[in-house]
Structure formats: C-alpha cells, structure tokens
C-alpha cells in the first residue's frame, strides 16, 4: 500500500524552530517529486514547497523562501522541511504529497494525512 | 500573480449533476487539476490533465477545459460526494503550483 506519514509537529513560539518528517512506503521513493501542501484552519490549500527526485531542483513559496527548507533521504525513504523563524501565519496543518510521473505539470496522487504546527506565544 | 477562483459554495440535490467551476486567465491553456478533500482528511486527486480520472474515482467525475474557465461536472450527485472541492494548476511564470480558494460542495 503506497503510504506517506507526516510527523513533527506541534506548538512552537514565533521566531523558534520545527522540522518535519515524512516517512514513505509501498513506492519506489527516489523516483519521484516530492511536495509540502499546507492548510490553515479553516482555510484552503497552499503549495508550500516541493523537491526532485535527486534534490536538483527546489522551490519554495514566496510566503516561506528563506525561512523554510525542503530535503530528502533516499536511502531513508523520507522527506522533510526545516521550518525556521516560524510566524504566527504558519499556523496550518502540514501534508506531504507524491508527484505524479510523466507530464509537464504537478500533479498530486498520494497525499499523507498532514501533521499540524501551531505558532503561538 | 495567477490567480484561480471558484466559487464559495455550491449546492445540489441528489441524483442531479453538480458543476464545479475555476476561472484563470487562459485557463485552457493550462492543465487543470481537481481535489476533493472530505472533512478531517487529506486531499483525494479526483481529476487530472483536465479530464483524465485516477483508478477507483467514479465515472461520475469529468472535467473539461477551455478559454478562462475549467469545469468539474459531478453526475448522480451522491450524499458521500459532499467535499471542499479544489482546482489546482502549475503556473510557468512563477515556476509554482497553485490551488483555487475551495469550493464546499453541499448536496441538499
């Protein structure tokens, strides 16, 4: 069964630090791009940042370019993201999602169950 | 910046068809793809490339795209198809992935 599981998160002050993990399994892991979506209570959906198989390529969101960071470990079939100056504003559950191969767009297939941050002081 | 935008909300009765719509400037040229995300869970890709359908989403969901406006057509509206819809592209301007504001799909 293809499978994403988020952990990590939790209650943080503003300005402190988290880093999140995503643990994959059922797929072939280091084919694929690998996405952070997150969604504020209440609120829609917000592409966070995502990373190629081989770590190549990244890109991040404006709202969190230069305080966030995504990475991956093939060999442990993870991905991440140091979140770092968090803000009040981050406040949001946090999903990993796979890409789907084989198209000159995103498309997201599998998506974990999330693992919630909450910024507050 | 490209924006998408749906509608807030959308209402049906069962058994009748629910059209789900997400407007962006020459949208059609773009591939649009849809999510449900039914309350508590994680998002479902319901609709991808405009049209095409993952396995095990029912024939029920289509999606067409043209002009400045793509389309989510739900057929035989069912009680369990009440979801927070979402349309999502990827822009080449900016070199990032975006997702419409919602729409809450309420069947009456």
């Known amino acids: 069964e293809v499978q994403l599981v988020e952990s990590g998160g939790g209650l943080v002050q503003p300005g402190r630090s988290l880093r999140l993990s995503c643990a994959a399994s059922?797929?072939?892991?280091?084919?694929?791009?690998m996405h952070w979506v997150r969604q504020a209570p209440g609120k829609g959906l917000e592409w966070v940042s995502d990373?190629?198989?081989?770590?190549?390529?990244?890109r991040y969101a404006d709202s969190v370019k230069g305080r966030f960071t995504i990475s991956r470990d093939n060999a442990r079939n993870s991905l991440y993201l140091q979140m770092n100056s968090l803000r009040v504003e981050d406040t949001a559950l946090y999903f990993c999602?796979?890409?789907?191969?084989?198209?000159?767009?995103?498309?997201?297939?599998?998506w974990g169950q999330g693992t919630t941050v909450i910024v507050s002081s | 910046s490209y924006v998408l935008t749906q509608p807030p909300s959308v209402s049906v009765a069962p058994g009748q068809t629910a059209t789900i719509t997400c407007g962006g400037n020459?949208?059609?040229?773009?591939?649009v793809h849809w999510y449900h995300q039914k309350p508590g869970q994680a998002p479902v890709l319901v609709v991808y490339?405009?049209?095409d359908r993952p396995s095990g989403i029912p024939e029920r969901f289509s999606g067409s795209n043209s002009g400045n406006t793509a389309t989510l057509t739900i057929s035989r509206v069912e009680a369990g198809d009440e979801a927070d819809y979402y349309c999502?592209?990827?822009?080449?301007?900016?070199?990032?992935?975006?997702f419409g504001g919602g729409t809450k799909l309420t069947v009456l």
């Open positions: 990373i190629i198989w081989n770590s190549g390529r990244i």
């Open positions: 490339d405009d049209s």
């Open positions: 059922g797929f072939t892991f280091d084919d694929y791009s």
């Open positions: 020459n949208i059609g040229t773009k591939s």
């Open positions: 999602a796979k890409e789907m191969q084989g198209a000159a767009t995103v498309r997201l297939d599998v």
């Open positions: 999502q592209v990827w822009d080449n301007i900016s070199d990032h992935v975006l």
